[in-house]
């Protein structure tokens, strides 16, 4: 689908670019003012978030340019994961090469990944509510709202989106 665009599971040596596109995303897209926020320093910590969840980066021409993070039920990085879902978070795409493919590529390949885990009958994520770009590429990729699973950030009043596309 995407050629030029590799999605392979992270090596440790991708752990600094998977931060620093996970940083740099979040404040362009104006996620968090500041990388000092509690969460963004926890979403930068990947050799933590690698030893807990399945964490995946993009690659085009040597260099990492997206990042996905995996989950399923009961795992720590899972917020919304049904017994039958396989939940992502964290999907990523350094601004310098958004709406370049790297997206789309890491879609397909969590689809395709998700199909073939057993047990699994439906892929779900967590967005933010004024995350337009985000919002439109799952809705391009055959994701639905549940809006009955919504929630809210624990002690705030910023409510998060559930989308869910069954397989």
């Not at 590799?6 to 998977?18: G, H, K, L, Q, Y």
């Not at 397909?108 to 073939?116: D, P, R």
């Amino acid at each position: 689908m995407h050629p030029q665009i590799t999605v392979r599971p992270a090596v440790e040596s991708d752990f600094d670019a998977v931060a620093r596109i996970t940083r740099n995303s979040y404040l362009a897209a104006g996620y968090f003012d500041d990388a000092d926020h509690p969460y963004m320093r926890k979403v930068q910590d990947v050799a933590l978030r690698a030893g807990q969840a399945t964490v995946w980066v993009a690659e085009r021409a040597g260099q990492v340019v997206g990042s996905v993070t995996l989950a399923r039920a009961g795992e720590p990085y899972a917020d919304i994961a049904l017994d039958d879902e396989l939940e992502f978070r964290m999907l990523v795409v350094d601004p310098a090469v958004q709406r370049s493919g790297a997206g789309k590529a890491m879609m397909a390949a969590i689809l395709e990944h998700a199909k073939e885990l057993d047990g699994i009958k439906a892929v779900s994520l967590t967005t933010g509510s004024t995350w337009e770009s985000a919002r439109s590429l799952y809705y391009k990729t055959g994701f639905a709202r549940a809006p009955e699973r919504d929630w809210f950030v624990p002690g705030t009043d910023i409510k998060l989106l559930v989308y869910r596309r069954d397989l």
